[in-house]
């Protein structure tokens, strides 16, 4: 486990610009600690030491504003960035090398049991506020742009953004977006469709204004 540990804290002071060390990261990160305390928290779980798993990850949630469930499934190298109101709720699985930023809920759509929350692939970036919500896959290498609702499956290498989100890309830079950190040179959907729209009123009002001109001249002759 400390091994795994160290390897987060080494992987989070890669990706993060503002990491001076990794001694920093492992001191004053609460997003690392936040990590700590569910590998405690999920090894008691595991062996159904149900209560306390639930006071360990309880303590991380008070000291770190991140609330992770024992149960939840969490893979190497994750990186909650600052991390305040993140939410991941039990039966949430996340891959290798994936990044969260805050505000953002892995969460349920129901009281139904078994599996009722989000799988999240390897090297997906999940942007500050965005809600992914049941239990269904996002891809590998997946985007998924701030304050996004995502109620449905995300292909891999796909980005998608907005309330709901919408598919934006598929099959494009082929950069782990966890490594790259992005999160505003994508476009928006809802701008591109106003787009079209405005475009549609100014080629119907041209042919309107031709038909007029039509009219005007048969009245004439």
Same mark, same amino acid.
């Given at each position: 486990?400390? =091994? ?7 992987? @989070? ?6 990491? &001076?060390?990794?001694? $920093? ?20 779980? &595991?062996? =159904? ?5 639930? *006071? ?20 190497? !190298? ?12 039990? /039966?949430?699985?996340? !891959? ?12 349920? /759509? ?8 989000? /799988? ?5 970036? @999940?942007?500050?506020?965005? =809600? ?20 449905? $499956?995300? $292909?891999?290498?796909? /980005?998608? #953004?907005?309330? =709901? ?17 992005? %999160? ?19 080629? *119907? $009002?041209? %042919?309107?204004?031709?038909? &007029?001109?039509?009219?005007? %001249? #048969?009245?004439?002759?």
């Amino acid at each position: 486990m400390l =091994k795994s540990l160290l390897n987060d804290a080494r992987s @989070i002071a890669e990706r993060d610009p503002a990491a &001076k060390s990794t001694i $920093e990261v492992i001191l004053l990160y609460p997003g690392f600690h936040a990590i700590f305390f569910h590998r405690i928290a999920h090894w008691l779980y &595991k062996r =159904k030491r149900f209560f306390l798993a639930r *006071l360990v990850s309880q303590i991380s949630r008070f000291i770190t504003g991140i609330e992770i469930h024992p149960g939840a499934v969490i893979g190497n !190298g994750l990186f909650i960035d600052h991390g305040m109101g993140v939410v991941i709720g039990e /039966t949430a699985e996340i !891959g290798d090398n994936c990044t969260i930023y805050h505000g953002v809920t892995l969460g349920g /759509t129901g009281k139904d049991k078994g599996k009722r929350h989000p /799988t999240i692939g390897n090297n997906v970036l @999940i942007g500050a506020g965005a =809600k992914i919500l049941g239990p269904f896959t996002v891809g590998d290498n997946a985007m998924i742009g701030a304050g996004s609702v995502v109620m449905e $499956e995300v $292909e891999p290498n796909a /980005t998608v #953004t907005g309330p =709901k989100a919408r598919l934006v890309k598929r099959n494009g830079k082929r950069v782990a977006p966890s490594m790259d950190l992005d %999160q505003i040179h994508y476009p928006d959907p809802l701008a591109q469709e106003m787009c079209k729209l405005m475009l549609r009123v100014e080629h *119907l $009002e041209a %042919q309107l204004k031709i038909e &007029k001109e039509k009219d005007k %001249q #048969t009245d004439q002759k």
